[in-house]
C-alpha cells in the first residue's frame, strides 16, 4: 500500500456528492478515473482525507448532440472519445487528440472531465478544448453554473472550479463538415504528456492554441486572425517570432518546439 | 474499512478493505495471485495490466474499492480463453521473453491488440505496446508473436 490513508465514499448521486463535497472537512477530492490522483496519491503529492467515489453516480457519462452542441459528460473516458463515440468532425478531431493520451489501458479509465478538473499543464484535453471553445459545466453548492473554455484553466493545476464544484460536463461546438482542424503534440515517446502541443480549430471562428506550457495553455491571436483571413501555411520562425512576443517563460528550446508544434498543427489543418 | 464485493477469474469475492489498497495489491496479497507483477506503481509501466470487465486496466493505479462490482480476469483466469492460448503459444515460438517479469501485463494488453484491432499492422502493434515496457528481449519477439497472432486469426 503507497498512499497515505483516506476515507472512501461511494457516492449515489450527484446531489450527495454535491453535498459531502459542500461540507466537507480536511482535504477532500472528487475521485475520476483515477489515472491522475492514483499516482499522485501513490507518489504521496497528493495526501487527502476523504475521496469521493463518483463510479455509481449515474449521468454523468452521456455524449449527446442538441442542435448546435455536443454535450460530453465529464465520466466520459478517453477511450470511449478514441473509439469514435463523439459524432462529427468535432468527434474526429476529439478521437485524434484521446487517440495520443496516454496507454490504452489508462484511455479505459482516464475521463476528459478528470484531466480538464486537474490542469495538468502537459496534459492533453486543457489544450485541446480551448482550441475548440465552448463550456463546462460544473454542478455546486449555489447550483449547475456554465463556465467558458476561454480562461477555464488558470495555471498549473488551477482552474475556474469552485472549491465545492464538481465538473459535470462539457459544451463543445459542432464543428462543421467542411471545417479543418490540426493538431500536434511535441513528446519523446507515444502516450507520453506533452512537452509542447499546437492546436488549430477552423469552425465558426478560428482558434489557435500553444499548449504544454509551464502554465496555462493560451490562444495566439496573430495567429487566429492570419487563419480568418484564408492563411493556411505559417512557418516555424513566423510562430516563434509571434509567441517570442508573449510572457510564456520559454526558453530558447520551449520557443522552439512550441513554434514547431502550432506550425504543424496549422499545416495538419490543411492536410 | 470499505466493502468489497468483486469476481475474480469466475469467483465471487465478498472482502472488507482498506480503501489505499490497490487493486494490485489485493490481487497480490490478499488473494495471492502472484501473476500480476509491479513495476513503477503508477501506471507508466503496465506490468500490472488486468482486465476489467473485458478491458485493460493499470491495476496498481485502480483502488480495490472503486472495483467494487466489476469483473477482473488476471493472468491466472485465461485458461480456457482461446486468444490468450494463441498467444502463449506465439510468446513461446518467438522467444517474447526472458526473464518474464512483464510477460503478465504483455499478454495482457497483447490480448487487447488482437481481439480490439484485427487489422494491425506492425507500426501499430508497436505504438500500442508503448504502454508495456519490456527491459529485456528488445520488443522483437513481442512484435513478431503479436503480429502472428494477428495473422492466425484473419484466417
Ligand atoms: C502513464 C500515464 C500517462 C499519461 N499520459 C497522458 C498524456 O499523454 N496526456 C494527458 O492528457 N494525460 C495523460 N495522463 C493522464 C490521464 O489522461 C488522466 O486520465 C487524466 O489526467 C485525469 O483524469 P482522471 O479521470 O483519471 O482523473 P483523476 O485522476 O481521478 O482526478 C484528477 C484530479 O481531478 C479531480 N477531478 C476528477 N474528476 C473531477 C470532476 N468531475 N469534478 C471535479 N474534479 C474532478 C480530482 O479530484 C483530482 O484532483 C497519463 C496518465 C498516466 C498514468
Ligand atoms: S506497476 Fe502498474 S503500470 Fe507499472
Ligand atoms: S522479459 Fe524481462 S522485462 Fe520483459
Redesign the interface.
Known sequence: ????????Q?MASLDEAVKALGNAEGETRV?GG??SL??M???RLAQPDV?L?L?KVEGLDGIEETGNAIRVGARVSH?RIEDGEVPGKTGDYMQFVATGI?????R??GTIGGSVAHADPSADWPSALLALGGSVTAAGGNGIRTISLDGFTVGPFSTGLGWDEILTGFELPVLGTDANWGYYKVNR???EFADAIGAVTLGVEARAVCGATESAPFRVTEIEERLASGVQEVSIAEVRDILDRYDAGFDDYELQIHAVALSRAVQGAFA | M?ELSININGEHIKADV?????LA?FIRDRQRLTGTHLGC???VC?AC?VL?NG????S????A??A?GSEITTIEGFDQDEPMAQLRQAFHENHALQCGYCTPGMLV?AR?IVT?LPDADEDRVR??L???LCRCTGYVGIVKAILSVLEQRRI
Do not use: W
Not at chain 1, 1 to 8: S, V
Not at chain 1, 102 to 106: G, I, L, P, Q, T
Not at chain 2, 18 to 22: D, I, K, M, V
Open positions: 500500500m503507497k498512499p497515505a490513508k483516506f476515507e472512501h461511494r475521485l483515477g489515472q492514483g499516482p496519491m501513490n507518489l475521496v467515489d463510479s477511450a496516454s496507454y490504452r489501458s489508462v479505459n479509465r515517446k507515444p502516450g | 470499505t482498506e480503501p489505499r489498497l490497490s495489491d506503481e503508477h501506471g503496465g495490466t476489467m478491458e485493460p486496466v493499470r496498481c493505479i485502480t483502488f474499492a472503486v467494487d494488453a487487447d480490439r505504438l500500442e508503448a504502454g508495456n
